[in-house]
């Protein structure tokens, strides 16, 4: 496969994933806007490299040949801090991440929330528009970027984790700001030619 047919095939196993997600008060509202959904995973998805698309399509067909879905287990983790009281109910029923997976997962957290907030800083109006940038900020009816981030990457296989930290340990030796690869392709699909003139030009309406 190529690039773009990689992105794809992740896309479509993801969307019936996320859209088959049960929330303890039913379907979440965001679980309706397709667009929206689109549009942050692809933003994400195509600033990775064929190797990492490839090795996490791996992950995503082997989960769901066994009919796990690792949307679930993404937003099950998050409750942790979300929503304390029914994560005790579910604990059990979560892989159990080994020490060698936490530490992947710690490592590429804190590159990731760098990023994040190197870029917020620069581009305020991210910050206005998007997630409280740290666990200790969560709550039922919002989530942390850090907690999104944790839960993404703890459903991801120790190979994809591995491939994925060399990716970004290479983005930063270059000087290259992960997030802004992201916002840079999240902009253009939201019909602005770039940051500075999402900056200049924002309504909030947007992200």
Known sequence: MCKEELIE???????????????????????????????????????WPEE???????????????????????YAR????????????????????TDEKKKLIN????????????IRHRYPFLDHRGRPLYSNQDSVVM???ETYTRGELSVLSMNT???????????????INGSEEIYKNM?????YASLEAAAEKFDGSIL
């Open 9 to 47: 095939a992740v896309y479509a196993i993801e969307l019936d994933m996320f859209e088959n997600v049960h929330h303890v008060n039913g379907k979440a509202l965001c679980q309706s806007e397709r667009d929206i959904f689109r549009i942050n995973r692809l933003s994400n998805l195509k600033t």
């Open 161 to 175: 984790l591995e491939l994925y930290l060399n990716h970004c340990e290479n983005r930063i030796n270059q000087g």
């Open 143 to 145: 989530t942390s970027f």
């Open 187 to 191: 902009i253009v699909m939201y019909g």
């Open 78 to 97: 998050m409750m942790e801090t979300t929503y304390a009281e029914e994560y005790e109910k579910i604990k059990d029923c979560i892989p159990v991440l």
């Open 107 to 118: 490592k590429l957290t804190h590159i990731l929330l760098d990023w994040e907030s190197e």
């Open 52 to 74: 990492i698309l490839g090795s996490y399509l791996y992950d995503l067909e082997s989960a769901k040949a066994l009919g796990f879905n690792l949307m679930s287990e993404k």
